[in-house]
């Protein structure tokens, strides 16, 4: 997700530069970097359109980011959790920052729009501290109120693609206040994590920002919507998780020692945790997410 602090799945769309053809085995999807005064908060625009893969679930895995998903054709969106419990909205709505994954039904997802934020991006937009929606799905409306409805009618009419990325743009430009900045601390923290390929512990973010503990952590919250200790561990499995599409076929205890863990036990405990699967099950899973368009394959599973 282009320069997120998270190395969660990166889109690798460049500035103005639509990703996904309307011909090959991807066609139903595509995406867009959005005008350059929303880059620094959203990553993506993306629609699927005749999306019909022949599972029937896929699992969203956890990214440290914001998503808004908005249903095309009226469609009720569903989710499951991890741990059986059910949800859904009759309309579109805001899945926020998460440390756990979920599952949602593949015939939801034939016509769809949505919004990828950035880590921590979703705060100067949004205008609601970000922890109010971590773990959660709230109704677009409750977040930017009834008349955002109609401007979802606006989507939902467009004449393609293009017309809705434009829509989009336009939404975002309207509602973005400069004045609701990020915190520069947490900005500098969120570039920190971002820029280092090695890990990094709350210690030294702390200690970085010259703020006190508890501040730091308030700050971070409200903006990120996840503590610093739990956005690290999000991306400690995300870099195993990318580690295992590389093509080669390395150990489950080569990987879980590049990406971080103190050993495979305590990959295994973190693994069942924020993906509801052994390392193992996670690593012949991603390795048969194809069917996925490649943007997409560190965000989704296809799992049944």
Same mark, same amino acid.
Do not use: N
């Given at each position: 997700?282009?320069?997120?602090?998270?190395?969660?799945?990166?889109?690798?769309?460049?500035?103005?530069?639509?990703?996904?053809?309307?011909?090959?085995?991807?066609?139903?999807?595509?995406?867009?970097?959005?005008?350059?005064?929303?880059?620094?908060?959203?990553?993506?625009?993306?629609?699927?359109?005749?999306?019909?893969?022949?599972?029937?679930?896929?699992?969203?895995?956890?990214?440290?980011?914001?998503?808004?998903?908005?249903?095309?054709?009226?469609?009720?969106?569903?989710?499951?959790?991890?741990?059986?419990?059910?949800?859904?909205?009759?309309?579109?709505?805001?899945?926020?920052?998460?440390?756990?994954?979920?599952?949602?039904?593949?015939?939801?997802?034939?016509?769809?729009?949505?919004?990828?934020?950035?880590?921590?991006?979703?705060?100067?937009?949004?205008?609601?501290?970000?922890?109010?929606?971590?773990?959660?799905?709230?109704?677009?409306?409750?977040?930017?109120?009834?008349?955002?409805?109609?401007?979802?009618?606006?989507?939902?009419?467009?004449?393609?693609?293009?017309?809705?990325?434009?829509?989009?743009?336009?939404?975002?430009?309207?509602?973005?206040?400069?004045?609701?900045?990020?915190?520069?601390?947490?900005?500098?923290?969120?570039?920190?994590?971002?820029?280092?390929?090695?890990?990094?512990?709350?210690?030294?973010?702390?200690?970085?920002?010259?703020?006190?503990?508890?501040?730091?952590?308030?700050?971070?919250?409200?903006?990120? *919507? =996840?503590? !610093?200790?739990? &956005?690290?561990?999000?991306? +400690?499995?995300?870099?195993? @998780?990318?580690?295992?599409? %590389? /093509?080669?076929?390395?150990?489950?205890?080569?990987?879980?020692?590049?990406?971080?863990?103190?050993?495979?036990?305590?990959?295994?405990?973190?693994?069942?945790?924020?993906? *509801? =699967?052994? !390392?193992?099950? &996670?690593?012949?899973?991603? +390795?048969?997410?194809?069917? @996925?368009?490649?943007?997409? %394959? /560190?965000?989704?599973?296809?799992?049944?």
């Amino acid at each position: 997700m282009g320069s997120d602090a998270c190395p969660a799945p990166d889109r690798g769309i460049g500035p103005g530069i639509i990703r996904g053809s309307m011909a090959g085995p991807h066609a139903f999807y595509r995406a867009v970097a959005p005008p350059p005064a929303l880059r620094p908060y959203i990553h993506a625009f993306w629609v699927y359109e005749g999306y019909l893969p022949a599972h029937g679930r896929e699992r969203v895995l956890p990214t440290g980011t914001v998503e808004w998903v908005i249903p095309l054709a009226g469609q009720r969106l569903e989710w499951r959790e991890l741990d059986g419990a059910e949800g859904h909205h009759s309309g579109a709505h805001v899945a926020g920052p998460r440390l756990t994954a979920y599952d949602v039904p593949t015939a939801q997802q034939a016509l769809l729009a949505g919004v990828h934020f950035r880590v921590g991006g979703a705060w100067p937009l949004l205008g609601i501290p970000q922890e109010e929606l971590a773990e959660r799905h709230v109704e677009l409306a409750s977040v930017w109120g009834a008349d955002v409805e109609d401007w979802v009618t606006r989507l939902r009419e467009a004449k393609g693609t293009e017309d809705r990325f434009a829509l989009l743009g336009e939404l975002f430009l309207a509602r973005l206040d400069v004045r609701r900045a990020s915190h520069p601390e947490v900005a500098r923290a969120l570039a920190r994590l971002h820029e280092s390929a090695a890990e990094v512990s709350v210690a030294s973010l702390v200690m970085g920002s010259g703020l006190s503990h508890r501040r730091f952590i308030e700050l971070f919250r409200r903006e990120v *919507g =996840l503590t !610093p200790r739990d &956005l690290l561990r999000v991306r +400690r499995f995300q870099r195993a @998780l990318a580690s295992t599409r %590389r /093509g080669a076929s390395p150990s489950l205890t080569w990987l879980a020692h590049e990406a971080g863990y103190f050993d495979q036990s305590h990959w295994l405990l973190e693994c069942r945790k924020l993906a *509801g =699967l052994s !390392p193992g099950a &996670l690593v012949s899973t991603a +390795r048969g997410a194809e069917v @996925l368009p490649p943007e997409e %394959r /560190g965000q989704m599973l296809p799992i049944g």
